[in-house]
């Protein structure tokens, strides 16, 4: 089977800096993805990791150690719009995406 | 953009009835996902589609089918419904087989009275 597991909530301040950690345990894995997700819509994609290493796209990276099986998601400058759920995703051979439970952030100014 | 489109953003249904939730996506996606979300649960894979005709059981299919008859459509069927079948229900498809990025639906929020 499959497991994944990251915090369920996390608090912040705007302007800070945040990291979400994710650590999975699967068989055949391929990447590391991140979905992010308001209250009321639908899952947005954010990043994938195929490869060890940093991810950046703007105020957002991801990392991955498959070594470890772990990646965190790390947002920088945190702004109240970024108040979600964020979910780490593990793509692995011969099945779809499996998705984590989901970590809710809340900003707070 | 890509637009996955679920018919219904609501729906209220009784114990015992065939549901048919359906989902179609403009972009010619090869793949296509149905999963459940429930507070404190994540988003749980009910079936998913690589092709048409073609269907896979994810982790929780119990209770569910699905028919792929067009590449761009994508139903789930609640055999018969039941309480604990009240749930956000999910589409999403993707372009290859990687499955990156996949693209969601609004949901349908269904409700088994």
């Known amino acids: 089977g499959q497991s994944l597991e990251q915090p369920s909530e996390v608090t912040a301040v705007e302007g800070a800096i945040v990291q979400i950690n994710c650590t999975y345990q699967t068989s055949g894995f391929y990447g590391l993805s991140w979905y992010q997700q308001h209250d009321g819509g639908a899952p947005t994609f954010l990043s994938y990791?195929?490869?060890?290493g940093l991810e950046e796209t703007g105020r957002f990276s991801s990392f991955l150690s498959r070594s470890d099986s772990y990646g965190y998601l790390l947002l920088q400058e945190l702004q109240m719009k970024d108040s979600a759920s964020y979910f780490c995703?593990?793509?692995?051979?011969?099945?779809?995406?499996?998705f984590g439970k989901g970590t809710t952030l809340s900003v707070s100014s | 953009d890509v637009k996955v489109t679920q018919s219904s953003r609501y729906l209220v249904k009784r114990t015992g009835e065939k549901v048919f939730l359906e989902c179609v996506q403009d972009m010619d996606h090869e793949n296509m996902f149905w999963y459940r979300q429930d507070p404190g649960l994540g988003l749980r894979l009910i079936y998913f589609s690589y092709d048409v005709k073609m269907k896979e059981k994810g982790d929780i299919p119990e209770g569910y089918s699905v028919s792929r008859e067009k590449k761009e459509r994508f139903s789930l069927i609640l055999e018969s419904a039941s309480t604990n079948q009240t749930s956000m229900y999910l589409c999403?498809?993707?372009?290859?087989?990687?499955?990156?990025?996949?693209?969601f639906g609004d949901g349908t929020r269904l409700s088994i009275l």
């Open positions: 990791n195929a490869l060890d």
């Open positions: 995703a593990v793509w692995q051979a011969g099945t779809a995406l499996i």
């Open positions: 999403a498809s993707s372009k290859d087989a990687s499955n990156q990025p996949q693209h």
